[in-house]
């Protein structure tokens, strides 16, 4: 079984996909947790470039091939064999990413974008996607709370990217409605990790088993 965790910067998905690996490790599951981009020797390579803020002078059409190579090689390399063997694999951030991010952030084309997204993920899709919803106030809120480093090339962004993004989160959303809830995030930790092992329990009771 393969669950995404996406949403806009600091919306908490690291957090909620750490919660729910030690729930199903107690449960005694087997579970692989990777993270976007990266995950990979060439991957973490290529995330090296994706957020180095020396390369400003990166255009849309690059960050978006650079994503999607570093998904290519996840998916071959690491997640089909995982879901192969049984493991219930957790990604922070996939594909869905790109359409936010690129798609509606960058204004590259919805359709191009698909269609690579596609061609990077081969025949895996997520069984559930949890889109973690927060505004952009509440982003910028936490990002000069509690980071302690310095921004990375894509935090950079301005307030206007990043509102694009939570919205066009929201029409994915919409229009993937079986594979895709939306969690509140600005609820506590522990209740979005509630929310979201109910809805995981119940997608198990149903169609998984
Ligand atoms: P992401 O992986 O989406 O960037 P993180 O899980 O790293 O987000 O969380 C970003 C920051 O927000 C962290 O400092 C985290 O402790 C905090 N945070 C996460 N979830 C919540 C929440 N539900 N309410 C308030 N703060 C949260």
Same mark, same amino acid.
């Given at each position: 079984?393969?669950?995404?965790?996406?949403?806009?910067?600091?919306?908490?998905?690291?957090?909620?996909?750490?919660?729910?690996?030690?729930?199903?490790?107690?449960?005694?599951?087997?579970?692989?947790?990777?993270?976007?981009?990266?995950?990979?020797?060439?991957?973490?390579?290529?995330?090296?470039?994706?957020?180095?803020?020396?390369?400003?002078?990166?255009?849309?059409?690059?960050?978006?091939?650079?994503?999607?190579?570093?998904?290519?090689?996840?998916?071959?390399?690491?997640?089909?064999?995982?879901?192969?063997?049984?493991?219930?694999?957790?990604?922070?951030?996939?594909?869905?990413?790109?359409?936010?991010?690129?798609?509606?952030?960058?204004?590259?084309?919805?359709?191009?974008?698909?269609?690579?997204?596609?061609?990077?993920?081969?025949? *895996? +899709?997520?069984?559930?996607?949890? $889109?973690?919803? #927060?505004?952009? @106030?509440? %982003?910028?809120?936490?990002?000069?709370?509690?980071?302690?480093?310095?921004?990375?090339?894509?935090?950079?962004?301005?307030?206007?990217?990043?509102?694009?993004?939570?919205?066009?989160?929201?029409?994915?959303?919409?229009?993937?409605?079986?594979?895709?809830? *939306? +969690?509140?995030?600005?609820?506590? $930790?522990?209740? #979005?990790?509630? @929310?979201? %092992?109910?809805?995981?329990?119940?997608?198990?009771?149903?169609?998984?088993?």
């Amino acid at each position: 079984m393969l669950i995404t965790f996406e949403g806009i910067d600091f919306c908490g998905k690291s957090t909620q996909v750490k919660l729910l690996e030690r729930y199903l490790i107690d449960k005694h599951i087997n579970v692989y947790v990777f993270r976007e981009p990266g995950g990979t020797k060439i991957g973490e390579l290529i995330r090296g470039i994706l957020f180095d803020r020396e390369n400003l002078g990166m255009r849309n059409q690059t960050e978006f091939f650079l994503f999607s190579a570093s998904r290519a090689q996840l998916i071959r390399e690491k997640v089909k064999p995982y879901l192969k063997q049984g493991y219930y694999v957790l990604s922070d951030r996939l594909h869905d990413s790109s359409t936010a991010y690129q798609g509606y952030g960058r204004g590259l084309d919805l359709n191009a974008i698909n269609t690579v997204n596609n061609l990077a993920l081969g025949n *895996i +899709i997520p069984d559930l996607t949890f $889109i973690i919803n #927060i505004t952009v @106030e509440e %982003m910028n809120k936490r990002k000069s709370q509690k980071l302690h480093r310095e921004l990375d090339r894509i935090e950079l962004n301005d307030n206007d990217f990043y509102q694009r993004v939570r919205d066009g989160y929201l029409q994915i959303a919409d229009k993937y409605q079986d594979r895709i809830k *939306i +969690i509140d995030g600005t609820k506590s $930790i522990d209740m #979005i990790h509630r @929310e979201i %092992m109910k809805i995981i329990e119940e997608y198990r009771s149903s169609d998984f088993l």
